[in-house]
């Protein structure tokens, strides 16, 4: 249809080409259209056509002729977006669009007013009527967003938006509640629950606090129950998965703890099964490692491998040094390197179990423990002696009896003699020692690092050493952020030295002087006993305080002040002083009048990030270290 020789008619509708539309150059919008608006436009034409029509005036030329071709007053957007189309060939180039001819108005205007004089739908009406369009027409989220030119992630957002409580969401409506306070709401279907947090809350409705108080029953899938059974197993087996589509939950919550206790605990029992089967007298299965300190160990015996499995050593031990230089050097970032360390790793644990034989009357006096680490993975920590097991020591007799193949016994001595001579020999061993610093630092070593890895080891040095208990002080501090670094090291030890006791010397004898040292910083960590009975003014002067400053500990990397470590435990004055020192006067008298519980709650989220730290954990003192020490280091 051609429009050059029609009668303009103010108010008419054309139905004009595509390639005929031009963008008006008295359009008030200059800022160009974001790209995803315009693709949202084409999506939504695609799927119901353009349903409101376009605002033309007819372009002439210089003579004020017209040119056949039409600038777009209002519906530039729409317009941008069926050529976007067009280029796709979805449409053809010149198919025909509806429009109104204005001939009266300023375009300038026009186009202003179409940009400014607009009411943009409440977002909780989109919520729902995406929700609406799901339950009665059946749309899926790919398709909704299809329809309307968004994402099917935005979509799922939008969706989970308007299933959250009706209560909460008129409170939204009503400008009672915020997006960012809505949308952690999300976390959970269950509007009880939502509900009730909601009203739990007192002074503080930070978004970071109610989602706490929506997941602490919950089991985050990065927990190691979660990792052992598998959140596949957990579903499978009828348990509930919350997601957060708003922020990243690391796969999410586990609701039933209950269920994915009792998978793990069946699953650590089929383990204990297959452990049982090595012929222990006993083999106990538990989530938690075990508390083994009044129970004896007995320990295995080295033996050589096969030649096949020898030979499977020694190429997988070449495979895992070549694969951590590549990793060092080029990177991993797909992951697939640490997949194949890690397989590696299980290969190497598997070949050196079968280096590790137990004689046939431990198995019958000892038992093994299987657990998760906090890795989620299995723990089997085999060996332990009941008291009632152990095997009491046996008394010699003074003489052999006839015929017995025995070796002869020396003549007895007398104990004030033989206390003589070892003197001696103990002032020679002295003398020796202080003039072989390297097999000083040895003995050291393994003056420490027998005792702290093979109960009832022995050192002919003088030196005492011993490990609090500190989870008499702290149930689970072995679980923080220093009693796993700590474990973690103490394993990596415990694989690498040898069970039988003088195998043991020549290992510590046969490292290198740097990894002695290593080992002796281990050991001698973990005879630091600073457990304080009563509280008492920080002056720097304990051994502790100024181990600390020679350290340049920094408590706060191991410790922050929550309700349960610190705030629920000190009267409301001192919580009100926490957060003077570290925040502000303002937020600590805005915390007036609250009750003890909810100040605690609200305090630690005042404090979660500030770092602050009680007097007791505090540092005064932050000296240089020796240049010694730092050139050791």
């Not at 923080?480 to 003088?502: C, F, M, N, Q, V």
């Not at 007097?615 to 020796?626: A, N, T, Y």
Request: a negative charge; proline letters at 5%; charged letters at 30%.
């Amino acid at each position: 249809m051609t429009h050059l020789n029609i009668d303009l008619e103010d108010g008419a509708v054309l139905d004009v080409p595509l390639n005929k539309l031009k963008a008006s150059p008295r359009n008030a919008r200059k800022t160009p259209h974001a790209k995803a608006d315009v693709e949202a436009l084409a999506a939504s034409i695609a799927a119901k056509g353009v349903i409101q029509p376009l605002v033309v005036e007819p372009e002439r030329d210089g003579d004020g002729a017209l040119t056949g071709l039409y600038f777009v007053t209002v519906g530039e957007g729409r317009r941008q977006a069926l050529r976007l189309r067009a280029k796709r060939k979805e449409i053809a180039r010149n198919v025909a669009v509806r429009c109104i001819l204005d001939l009266t108005n300023d375009p300038f205007e026009v186009s202003l007013d179409e940009n400014v004089t607009r009411f943009a739908m409440h977002p909780a009406d989109q919520f729902e009527a995406f929700q609406q369009l799901a339950t009665e027409r059946g749309f899926g989220p790919e398709e909704i967003a299809a329809r309307f030119g968004v994402t099917p992630a935005v979509v799922k957002q939008r969706l989970r938006l308007a299933a959250v409580s009706p209560r909460l969401m008129d409170l939204y409506r009503a400008e009672a509640m915020s997006l960012d306070q809505l949308m952690v709401f999300t976390i959970t279907t269950d509007h009880a629950h939502q509900e009730q947090v909601w009203d739990s809350l007192a002074w503080t409705k930070d978004p970071a606090y109610i989602r706490r108080l929506l997941t602490e029953s919950r089991v985050r899938a990065t927990d190691r129950r979660a990792l052992f059974v598998g959140v596949e197993a957990y579903a499978e087996a009828g348990g509930v998965i919350e997601r957060d589509l708003f922020a990243e939950d690391q796969g999410g919550y586990l609701v039933d703890v209950a269920l994915l206790e009792r998978l793990a605990l069946a699953k650590l029992t089929t383990v204990a099964d297959e452990v049982r089967a090595e012929g222990w007298k006993w083999v106990e299965a538990g989530l938690d490692p075990p508390t083994t300190f009044q129970m004896g160990r007995a320990y295995s015996n080295l033996v050589e491998l096969s030649t096949e499995d020898q030979v499977r050593y020694d190429a997988m031990q070449a495979d895992y040094e070549k694969t951590v230089v590549s990793y060092d050097r080029d990177g991993d970032p797909d992951g697939i390197l640490a997949t194949r360390l890690k397989a590696l790793a299980a290969e190497r644990d598997e070949l050196d179990a079968k280096r590790r034989v137990y004689a046939p009357e431990v198995l019958a006096r000892a038992g093994a423990f299987v657990s998760l680490d906090r890795n989620g993975q299995v723990q089997v920590d085999r060996g332990y002696v009941r008291r009632e097991d152990e095997t009491p020591v046996a008394t010699l007799d003074a003489d052999n009896e006839p015929g017995e193949d025995k070796p002869p016994r020396r003549a007895r001595l007398p104990d004030r003699l033989v206390a003589e001579l070892t003197a001696h020999r103990t002032a020679a061993l002295c003398d020796q020692l202080g003039r072989h610093p390297a097999l000083a630092l040895a003995a050291l070593t393994h003056a420490v690092a027998a005792p702290a890895f093979r109960r009832g080891a022995t050192s002919c040095l003088e030196v005492r050493t011993g490990s609090v208990n500190l989870s008499t002080y702290v149930p689970g501090i072995r679980e923080t952020a220093a009693g796993s670094a700590i474990e973690a090291r103490h394993e990596a030890w415990d694989a690498e030295l040898p069970d039988d006791d003088a195998a043991f010397w020549d290992a510590i004898l046969a490292l290198p002087p740097e990894r002695q040292l290593a080992l002796l910083a281990h050991c001698v960590g973990m005879t630091v006993n600073a457990v304080e009975l009563t509280a008492r003014a920080k002056d720097g002067g304990s051994p502790a305080d100024r181990l600390a400053a020679g350290l340049k500990l920094d408590m706060s990397a191991y410790w922050s002040a929550t309700a349960e470590s610190y705030l629920a435990r000190v009267p409301k004055p001192l919580i009100q002083a926490a957060v003077r020192e570290a925040v502000s006067d303002e937020a600590a008298r805005r915390l007036d009048g609250l009750k003890k519980d909810a100040m605690a709650r609200t305090a630690e989220t005042l404090l979660a990030d500030a770092g602050w730290l009680p007097e007791v954990l505090r540092g005064d003192q932050e000296p240089e270290p020796p240049a010694q020490l730092e050139a050791a280091e």
